[in-house]
């Protein structure tokens, strides 16, 4: 009985049919070819060595022979190449659709997955389909029709060698079937070990400089060379089982040809038929039994496949979260862009409490907005909303008075600029990371913008200053120094919203004030909405929101706050004993 993941393979090849009957036809016709092949062959070794005849007198068939090989290596070549792209097409839409799945699933999905595992899914378990459909799926055809054509004209020769084929034929499938019957959870189990050491080799890479600082990198690299270790041994399960089959397959195949060969030969010793006869079907035998033993290299192809499905089929039944709103309409935020929260619940998992819990506030199209409250309070979850990562199940975010569904999605973001709490910095230039969507950006634009993230000066001394080439995530800088280089990127974007998510969060304390000199300077131009744990720039901010546990608590201006006494009045203070505590004695 076919598996989920066979029967999902086998849903993927009704677009590629035609290029698959394609395949078929020219494999059948090699096939064919191989028939008059013989058929040649038997007639001038029968000629030469039975009927004593010159050479001179089967120079036709002799030649004739030469364009046979040549058709027939340009038909399995076609063959090959029509099935190649078969299975190409295959994979550019199945890799398509993944990649449609998880911008579907958001990066708040992908910041929770390893990416290790994610690559192996995109690349290595793709990949593993190729042999399914550009092999297994032609060859299985072929491993009837080729046997049964050759079976047509072996029955006229001789139909005792016709009826040892027909009765031997069926056990080369049953026994590849019989042993390698565990080949498909072995398959399964080494694409799961496959995935996780990806995934753990890859995180360990990416990690390898907190390692070092932490003294673990030897221990990291004992658990990588364990998993290895795992993988070879796993490994070597599977090729035992490939082999054994093999050796099943071509004992089974020998076995059978030497019976036919006996048969003809006692025929041929007491007269009973003729040496062409016997010698042509003795030529298509081991032709007969070929594609049923290359059946196994095509069984295992596709065990490799349903292993890898399995992996691809679990990233694709992972429900994406609701679309944001379809709305077709677009902002003139030429004026600027006012944010209210009317009532806002969202809620990640029916399971779980919800992130936010009727918030409302709103935030002027100028000015500084900081959302303040402990960890998990909901802080996150506004920018989220707001950029559309996350859609609420209750209330309505207005923008400039039109609800934010209304809107085009990708107009939208396009008013707004973006400093998450992990920001990431791409390999490539300095500036081509400050520029990042916008490389028409003029080099005293980025060195501007890279002056008012306070980021100019450390640029400055490096190497090559703009023009240094980063790592991949910022290889070579500290944490302080991505933060400020992904604020220069949002602060060169002339964005009528700018959303700060912690953004300095890694800075020192004079570094601090400076970026927040500067982000009071452009909440005299845009909105800016800033969430943070340290409160100097929140003190200085136009309106504060408090949360806690997702609800709003307190709100307003920094000082009417400050006098009310209440959580925000709290958190100054529990900020200040934290900050005096820190200081050097």
């Known amino acids: 009985m076919a598996t989920a993941e066979e029967l999902w393979l086998r849903s993927r090849r009704r677009d590629i049919r035609p290029a698959l009957h394609r395949a078929v036809g020219l494999g059948l016709a090699a096939g064919w070819l191989i028939i ?43 063959a090959e190449n029509v099935a190649f792209e078969a299975a190409a097409q295959v994979r550019r839409e199945l890799r398509a659709r993944l990649y449609a799945h998880l911008q579907a699933l958001g990066p708040l999905w992908l910041t929770r997955q390893s990416s290790g595992d994610l690559a192996n899914a995109l690349v290595a378990g793709i990949d593993a389909l190729e042999a399914y459909y550009a092999r297994y799926l032609p060859n299985m055809a072929l491993t009837a029709l080729v046997p049964l054509s050759i079976l047509v004209f072996v029955l006229p020769q001789d139909w005792i060698s016709g009826v040892v084929l027909l009765v031997t034929a069926p056990l080369i499938p049953v026994f590849m079937i019989l042993v390698g019957k565990g080949t498909e959870t072995l398959n399964q189990q080494q694409w799961q070990l496959l995935a996780r050491m990806s995934a753990r080799f890859l995180d360990s890479i990416q990690g390898l400089t907190t390692l070092k600082l932490f003294g673990v990198s030897r221990h990291e690299a004992e658990v990588v060379a364990a998993l290895t270790e795992e993988y070879r041994i796993g490994t070597m399960k599977v090729l035992r089982v490939a082999f054994l089959s093999s050796v099943v ?8 040809i030497a019976m036919v060969a006996v048969f003809i030969g006692f025929r041929l010793f007491y007269g009973e038929m003729r040496f062409f006869n016997g010698f042509f079907v003795l030529l298509l035998a081991p032709e007969f039994y070929l594609p049923l033993r290359n059946m196994g290299t095509f069984y295992h192809a596709r065990m490799e496949a349903i292993g890898a499905a399995q992996g691809l089929l679990k990233l694709l039944d992972t429900p994406a979260p609701p679309p944001p709103g379809s709305g077709r309409r677009t902002l003139d ?29 709103s935030a002027p199209a100028r000015g500084l907005t900081a959302l303040v409250g402990a960890s998990g309070a909901g802080k996150s979850t506004v920018l989220h909303a707001l950029m559309n990562l996350v859609q609420p199940q209750q209330g309505r975010i207005l923008v400039n008075d039109i609800p934010l569904g209304a809107l085009d999605a990708d107009d939208w973001l396009r008013h707004v600029a973006w400093v998450p709490q992990r920001p990431h910095v791409f390999e490539g230039t300095v500036r081509d990371n400050i520029a990042l969507g916008r490389p028409q950006t003029s080099d005293g634009q980025v060195e501007q913008a890279a002056r008012a993230a306070q980021a100019h000066d450390f640029i400055a001394a490096l190497p090559q200053q703009y023009a240094t080439v980063l790592g991949e995530r910022g290889l070579g800088l500290s944490g302080g120094q991505v933060q400020r280089l992904a604020l220069a990127r949002a602060l060169l974007k002339p964005a009528p919203l700018l959303l700060l998510d912690e953004a300095t969060a890694q800075l020192d304390a004079r570094t601090q004030a400076l970026v927040s000199d500067t982000l009071i300077a452009q909440a005299r131009q845009r909105c800016v909405i800033l969430a943070a744990h340290r409160l100097s720039t929140v003190l200085q901010a136009d309106h504060v929101v408090v949360l806690d546990a997702g609800r709003v608590v307190e709100q307003g201006a920094p000082a009417q706050l400050l006098a009310a006494g209440g959580a925000f009045a709290a958190l100054v203070r529990a900020h200040d004993t934290a900050v005096a505590a820190e200081a050097p004695a």
């Not at 397959?249 to 059978?256: A, N, P, Q, R, V």
């Not at 004026?335 to 998992?349: E, L, M, Q, T």
């Open 333 to 361: 935020g030429a004026a600027g862009v006012r944010v209210v929260f009317d009532a806002v619940s969202v809620r990640y998992a029916s399971d779980l409490p919800p992130a936010l819990d009727a918030v409302s506030f």
């Open 249 to 256: 397959l071509e004992f089974l195949s020998t076995i059978s």
């Open 36 to 78: 008059a092949q013989a058929w040649l062959l038997a007639r001038v070794v029968s000629a030469v060595i039975i009927d004593h005849r010159p050479l001179p007198a089967v120079w036709v068939d002799l030649a004739a022979m030469l364009p046979i090989f040549a058709l027939r290596f340009a038909l399995v070549r076609a």
